[in-house]
């Protein structure tokens, strides 16, 4: 799975932060992000995270250029919230509550 990270995605930026690979950071593209086999319930997934599968991470990344070089990002857009479930604060992105 694709780690989501809410609290470092804020709302005048373009695309939504992912972690890298071994929780060594942040970034945009697909192709700088971990893939988590196995994300850990309460570091991975929690109010600040969220994981994504393969399935998901297919309606949510899109082919754009950055830096002149195609990469695949997921833009921060209501489209991509509403997938994720979550919304945009001021204090960047939270899971909606579920009832």
Request: with cysteine.
């Amino acid at each position: 799975m694709y780690i989501v990270s809410l609290k470092h995605t804020m709302r005048g930026e373009k695309y939504i932060t992912l972690w890298r690979p071994n929780n060594s950071g942040y970034c945009y593209s697909k192709e700088n992000s971990g893939f988590y086999e196995n994300p850990m319930l309460g570091y991975h997934d929690n109010d600040s995270n969220v994981p994504i599968t393969e399935e998901q991470a297919k309606e949510l990344f899109k082919e754009v250029l950055y830096d002149g070089v195609p990469k695949m990002m997921i833009p921060n857009t209501k489209e991509s919230w509403k997938k994720l479930g979550v919304k945009m604060t001021k204090d960047g992105l939270v899971k909606l509550k579920t009832k």
